[in-house]
Structure formats: structure tokens, C-alpha cells
């Protein structure tokens, strides 16, 4: 996934603004990017879990 060019990314921004609008785009960022938090948070208490598990 960290191969993405200038080109592919362009490609799919395009085709998220077909499927989506432009008045829906800003929603799904906020969405995606809070999913990121979440998920990162979740594996950050798992290691903190797992670390005070092996002491």
C-alpha cells in the first residue's frame, strides 16, 4: 500500500468524488481518520496489556 503513485491516488479520488459527491467526501475523511484512532488506540492498549502481562 506504500507503492501508491501521484497517479493512482489521483485515480482514486476520482473515483471517490463520483461515487460520494464532494458534499459527502469531508464526512468520510472525518470517519476514516477517526477509525484510524480508534484502531491505533485499540493497539496501543493491547501492547500495554500484553507488556504488564509479561512482567
Given at each position: 500500500?506504500?507503492?501508491?503513485?501521484?497517479?493512482?491516488?489521483?485515480?482514486?479520488g476520482a473515483a471517490l468524488l463520483i461515487f460520494?459527491?464532494?458534499?459527502r467526501l469531508p464526512e468520510l475523511g472525518k470517519?476514516?481518520?477517526?477509525?484510524?484512532?480508534?484502531?491505533?488506540?485499540?493497539?496501543?492498549?493491547?501492547?500495554?496489556?500484553?507488556?504488564?502481562?509479561?512482567?
Amino acid at each position: 500500500m506504500g507503492n501508491l503513485g501521484m497517479t493512482e491516488i489521483l485515480l482514486i479520488g476520482a473515483a471517490l468524488l463520483i461515487f460520494f459527491g464532494p458534499s459527502r467526501l469531508p464526512e468520510l475523511g472525518k470517519s476514516l481518520g477517526r477509525s484510524i484512532q480508534e484502531f491505533k488506540k485499540a493497539g496501543r492498549e493491547l501492547t500495554a496489556d500484553v507488556q504488564e502481562q509479561a512482567k
